[in-house]
């Protein structure tokens, strides 16, 4: 640097170089830390130097004027300026449409160049400021008046050291309403402490406030010198009677333009001390009228990132991005140390603003994406911080040949679950010479055509409600829309990745209307703005476009307001959730309830609590009790006509009193009618789970009646942080008399509610809670008896499965979706297609496997059965000392009392969603033994069998490679419980039967057995055999051949006891159980998913015309209907090809090509016509045979629906008919010569 002043300055003085000072001028890089040497130069001409790169440098974003350098009378340098207030400043914005706008100070080129003259109309836009450096402060006190007086006269322009060729100033007096001048003052210190000197400061300026007020001084700047120390920045203005403005403290105000501190105008600013003098913290209060409450507190975190050399031009991406990210982490950890501030607790929507300096060369798109990841990096500790809001702005030049352009980048998470990114550039409007933020891109932000000075906004009336919502750990109800909007389009991101994706996302993805109750207590849609609910439940019909339904799905969302009244339910509340779900039965369509409540509201009178007095037994002695509560006469007057009281009139110690008897209340939803409510939404979600589909997620909690309204919709995602409890942990600990438990997530947290099955599923956040919801919604159809989302396939259908079931134990999951095969490092496919397996009560019940998959693009509910011993963790109950946790092991292969109920819910959850099921079958049998028969699995396993029989959809039973199905596990599923809709298959290494092979050798072929078979079939048992046999035997002999024969057995019986195992075995092939018929077909595993996927393709096809048959003939059952359907097959193929009637894919591509529009031979369509016709006419013969009154009247009706040449046809047919007699059954004479009257038209209502 010294160079660069010593090259700029001549010390003869012949010759002068500017553009080398123009180098430290206009130098991105921070050098006030080094620049404070130059002041105290022993060459005169480098002070002078210094003193006005300071100011050109620090005023950058003014307009300097004038610059003028002269001396005090003890030879020490000032350097005098004036400048013009930013052209983005309010006072300036009326200039700027008639003068020129220098964005930046001038360049020594630029400076040469104008050829306009500069404006005198800027009274309220000039400033006039002076700069001195001494070497201690009492220096500066010696000369203090010498240098006031300097702002007695205008400059003169023949001693500018810059030679600037600027005009004349005008004669004309400018008479200001306020100061103007600006005294900067630079001392040198060789140790400092910031409150003494701050003091120190401030008694001298308190001492001459006076004079500084007559001079004119605007403001006073203390810059303070410590040797190898960032400058300290102390600052006196005339607005505080020269009090430090503390939240200018160790900044210098000039540079605070780049800080945009303006901005902040609408808080009351406090100055938080930093570790890093480079980061400027603020403790924002919002400012409020005087009497009310202040609501919005938050951070303000700012800083200006330079280049760290003076030789980089300009910065490239890789520097932008590493120190961004640098910045954004000391940032970070100034808020955490900040949150120790006693105000921390009650800020939100905390604001980093970053000004990168630096030009950037690069592409503007590229900025977004960088900075997006950079704060999903740190998404969770921002989140932490509550830091809602950042900004950056820098100077981008797009290419080297093109003009820079400045860029502000803001981000907002205020709802907590989406990041929203602007990009703008600054520009100024030609018409009012206003600068604004224009939109960078196609997307128009929030900020689009407002001013670049627009203060930042105090929280409006929704962000409070956000806030209020976000402290109890949820969302705030009215972002949910809008959340599920999100996730929505991040669904469609995700399946156009893939490369059978569709690229064309719609223009919308979600769009909802809100549900409100009406004056008449009725349900009406309504567009209103959020938050303007008076009760605390919320509903919307919402229509999803998903990839799976792209053209929209309908859905009720119903949610919880935890800010009025902390979510409690009162009768309105109700009201509201009973209409909707009453809708959502009626459309049939999902219905998906968010539950953030405090269970029933209870509430007091309030009118009588504020009114009641009490009757003492001894008024001056409380603590014996007291008699009754009761009224004053002129408080029952002000009460009597509410009907809120019930009262006794009395006369009690001279005086006449209303005694309280009862309490009824003004105000409807104190007590118990909030339990009659209760009951009644609690029967309307029983009613709805089973005519449509619920779901439901709790963040934050559920409490009481909550709890069962998510319990009787089954199918539950709780969030980490939530807790699904009936009473609350403080009122069980009264209860008990003693601090038993500490939390309400002790109860009802996801380490119980998870692992009993209440809860099918958690996630983190309410927004991974969502894309649970819209992921579950995916695999059930739009309505109650839609088709189901068949989604296009992906995964190749004909695809042999890659992993293959082993003897030994293995995780069931691999068989269902695949694995990392480690030793080739290569994908082993499972049964369903990639990536389309959910798994549902995971934690619970762990020896059976539930959840959805694809098959082919099609949902199907999967079971499978874990074959690894699994461990069942039985918590200790804090409430009972003698109580310790435990953990149980549980084998493979058998149902316990928890997995045979786990298996008939997911049964009866996937028959509600009309879904397809198959079970992988591999169960050896029930768990019988005393403590599982006392925990009622045989009533579990009977609701399995319960369950299947109600089911409406094509089950598969499928027993896998090396799997068994055996005993009560083979009776509660087999085909037979629903002929109509059961199939059963199994592998050929699979085996089935009553008992495993070594249980029936046990009790079908004992040991007596093996010897007889021994005698049969080995020659030396049967040589020894028949020497026993023979009567001439010695005793010796004879027990000798018994020694040798019983040597024998024990030597065979090992082998033979195989023996006998093998030939139990083969009892249960599937070749045997084809042969028995109780299983239709023996699969193996290899290509078991390509004849599954056809065999469910038929099956829904078949199960839609058997639908058609019988609503076309009620009277047909599905049996009848099936074998109608393969009559029509064969009359339409012919009996050559009937054989076809069994290739699953020759039935789906007939039966789909007859349910096409365009099908030219419709044989099915036909029958359906022909079919309904018959169906008709026997119900008309049947109910004019039971009715012949009818008769008369019903062909008179029929007539007068005819058209005239329909009655001609019918006489003619009429006449030819015959009666028993013979003779003809009318005549034409017989006919009426009138014509029939036309039909009587029906009245509207009838």
């Known amino acids: 640097m010294e160079s660069i002043f010593l090259s700029a300055i001549d010390i003869y003085g012949h010759d002068f170089h500017p553009e080398n000072l123009q180098k430290l001028i206009m130098s991105e890089t921070s050098i006030f830390d080094v620049l404070q040497e130059f002041f105290y130069h022993t060459n005169r001409a480098v002070r002078m130097a210094a003193l006005e790169v300071y100011v050109r440098r620090s005023y950058t974003s003014y307009e300097l004027t004038r610059l003028l350098h002269t001396d005090l009378s003890n030879n020490r340098c000032v350097v005098q300026f004036e400048f013009l207030l930013p052209s983005s400043h309010p006072n300036r914005v009326p200039h700027n449409r008639l003068n020129p706008v220098i964005s930046h100070v001038p360049s020594f080129d630029e400076i040469d160049r104008l050829d306009f003259p500069l404006c005198r109309e800027l009274d309220n836009c000039q400033r006039m400021g002076c700069m001195a450096a001494f070497a201690k402060l009492e220096d500066f006190e010696e000369t203090f008046m010498e240098i006031l007086d300097l702002f007695n006269g205008s400059l003169e322009e023949e001693n500018d050291i810059l030679e600037m060729s600027m005009e004349e100033s005008s004669s004309r007096s400018m008479n200001h309403s306020e100061p103007i001048h600006i005294l900067n003052v630079a001392i040198r210190f060789d140790s400092f402490e ?18 500084l007020t007559a001079r004119g001084i605007r403001r006073i700047t203390y810059v303070c010198f410590v040797k190898k120390q960032h400058p300290k920045f102390f600052t006196y203005r005339h607005r505080d009677g020269f009090a430090e403005d503390r939240i200018y403290r160790h900044l210098e105000p000039a540079l605070a333009f780049q800080l945009e501190i303006n ?5 009351e600013l406090e100055a938080l001390a930093t570790s890093n003098q480079k980061m400027h913290l603020y403790l924002g209060k919002a400012k409020v009228a005087k009497g009310q409450e202040v609501t919005d507190y938050r951070f303000f975190i700012r800083s200006i990132i330079r280049h760290s050399d003076l030789i980089t031009k300009e910065a490239s991406f890789e520097y932008l991005q590493n120190e961004g990210e640098r910045l954004l982490l000391e940032s970070m950890d100034e808020l955490e140390v900040a949150f120790s501030h006693p105000m921390a607790r009650r800020t939100d929507c905390n604001h980093i603003f970053l000004n990168f300096v630096p030009t950037v060369i690069m592409d503007p798109a590229k900025i977004e994406e960088s900075v997006r990841g950079m704060v999903m990096r740190y998404g969770p500790r921002l989140w932490k911080l509550r830091v809602l809001q950042a900004e950056l702005r ?11 352009v ?37 997307r128009m932000g929030p900020l689009h055509g407002l001013q670049v000075s627009t203060p930042y906004v105090t929280k409006d009336f929704l962000q409070l409600k956000r806030f209020q919502a976000q402290s109890n750990g949820t969302t705030y109800v009215y972002d949910y829309p809008e959340m599920f909007s999100k996730m929505t389009e991040k669904m469609w991101k995700e399946y156009t990745s893939t490369k059978d994706g569709c690229n064309d996302l719609p223009s919308i993805f979600c769009s909802s209307v809100e549900l409100v109750l009406n004056s008449q207590g009725e349900l009406s849609e309504q567009k209103r703005i959020p938050g303007e609910n008076d009760i605390g439940m919320v509903a919307w019909r919402m229509t999803l476009f998903t990839p799976e339904y792209p053209e929209g799905r309908d859905i009720i969302l119903i949610c919880n307001d935890i800010t009025y009244m902390i979510g409690s339910f009162g009768p309105r509340e109700d009201r509201l959730f009973l209409l909707a779900s009453e809708l959502a039965r009626k459309l049939r369509i999902p219905r998906v309830y968010i539950a953030a409540n405090s269970g029933a509201r209870i509430g007091l009178a309030e009118e009588i609590k504020h009114l009641f007095r009490i009757a003492w037994v001894d008024p001056n002695d409380p603590e014996k009790g007291f008699k009754y509560l009761y009224l004053t006469p002129e408080d029952y007057k002000k009460v009597s006509s509410m009907n809120s009281v019930r009262a006794e009139l009395m006369e009690d110690d001279g005086e006449a009193r209303y005694k309280i008897t009862d309490i009824i209340g003004k105000e409807d939803g104190l007590g118990v009618e909030n339990l ?3 009951g009644m939404i609690a029967g309307e979600s029983s009613q709805a789970y089973k005519e449509t589909v619920t779901i439901s997620m709790v963040t934050c909690r559920a409490i009481g009646i909550g709890t069962y309204l998510v319990r009787l919709g089954q199918r539950v995602i709780q969030i980490d942080n939530s807790h699904i409890i009936l009473t609350g942990f403080g009122a069980l600990n009264k209860l008990l008399g003693r601090e038993v438990y500490s939390s309400n997530g002790q109860l009802g947290g996801i380490q119980i509610m998870y692992n009993n099955g209440t809860s099918h599923r958690t996630d983190v956040n309410d927004l991974d809670g969502i894309r649970s919801i819209l992921r579950w919604l995916s695999y059930i159809p739009k309505s109650k008896g839609s088709a189901l989302p068949i989604q296009p396939i992906r995964d190749p259908i004909e695809r042999d499965i890659g992993f293959v079931p082993t003897k030994t134990p293995y995780d069931p999951r691999w068989m269902i979706e695949g694995k990392q095969n480690n030793m080739s490092n290569c994908w082993d496919s499972g049964f369903f297609d990639h990536g389309s397996w959910d798994e549902i009560m995971a934690a619970w019940a762990k020896t059976v496997v ?8 099609i949902p199907i509910g999967v079971i499978a059965v874990e074959t690894r011993t699994v461990e069942l963790k039985l918590p200790a109950d804090p409430a009972n000392i003698d109580s310790e946790a435990k953990v149980v092991s549980q084998a493979g292969q058998v149902w316990f009392p928890d997995s045979a109920f786990k298996t008939a819910q997911a049964i009866q959850d996937f028959n509600n969603e009309e879904l397809p099921l198959i079970i992988f079958a591999n169960w050896r049998g029930f768990s019988g033994g005393m403590k599982d028969m006392y925990d009622q699995v045989v009533k579990f396993g009977a609701y399995i069998v319960d369950n299947l029989r109600d089911y409406k959809q094509p089950i598969f039973v499928y027993i896998p490679p090396f799997g068994e199905l055996r005993g009560g596990a083979w009776v509660v599923i087999d085909a037979t419980i629903n002929e109509d809709y059961m199939e059963m298959y199994a592998d050929p290494e699979s085996r089935g039967g009553v008992l495993e092979p070594e249980g029936t050798v046990e009790v079908k072929f004992k040991l007596k057995d093996l010897f007889k078979t021994m005698a049969r079939l080995d020659p030396t048992v049967r040589k020894i055999r028949e020497q026993l046999a023979k009567t001439n035997l010695t005793p010796q002999e004879k027990s000798e051949l018994e020694r040798k024969l019983n040597d024998r057995e024990k030597l065979l019986a090992p082998m033979y006891r195989q023996v006998a195992t093998q030939f139990a ?18 699969i193996p595993w290899r290509r078991a998913r390509m004849f599954f996927y056809w065999r469910l393709r038929r099956k829904l096809r078949e199960n839609e015309v058997c639908q058609m048959i019988q609503r076309a003939n009620p009277e047909l059952n599905k049996g009848q209907a099936e074998a109608m359907l393969r009559r029509w097959f064969v009359e339409d193929k012919g009996t050559i090809d009937a054989y076809l009637w069994d290739n699953n894919q020759d039935v789906v591509d007939w039966l789909t090509n007859q349910l096409d529009q365009n099908c030219p031979k419709p044989i099915i369509v036909e029958n359906l016509r022909c079919l309904k016709r018959d169906s008709v006419l026997s119900k008309m013969r049947s109910m004019t045979h039971d009715l012949p009154e009818i008769r008369f009247d019903a062909v008179t009706h029929m007539v007068q629906e005819m058209s005239p040449t329909e009655r001609n046809e019918l006489i003619k047919t009429l006449i030819k008919l015959e009666v028993p007699g013979g003779a003809p059954a009318v005549t034409v004479d017989a006919l009426p010569k009138s014509p029939i009257p036309p039909p009587v038209q029906a009245d509207s209502d009838q």
Do not use: W
Request: net charge positive; with cysteine.
């Open 194 to 211: 910031d409150n003494t000197q701050s003091a120190r400061f401030a008694r001298f300026c308190s001492r001459h406030a006076e004079v």
């Open 263 to 267: 901005r902040m105008q609408n808080y």
């Open 394 to 404: 820098m100077i981008i030049r797009p290419s080297p040949n093109e003009a820079t």
């Open 406 to 442: 400045p860029i502000r980048l803001n981000l907002a998470n205020e709802s907590g679950y989406y990041l929203d990114v602007c990009m703008y550039k600054e520009v100024t409007d030609p018409k009012t010479g206003v600068v604004k933020f224009e939109a960078y891109g196609p």
């Open 676 to 678: 009659r409510f209760s």
């Open 850 to 857: 539930t959840g959805r998959a694809r098959l082919g693009g």
């Open 1065 to 1082: 075995d083969s009892h249960d092939t599937p070749v045997r159980m084809q042969e028995k018929g109780v299983i239709q077909d023996i």
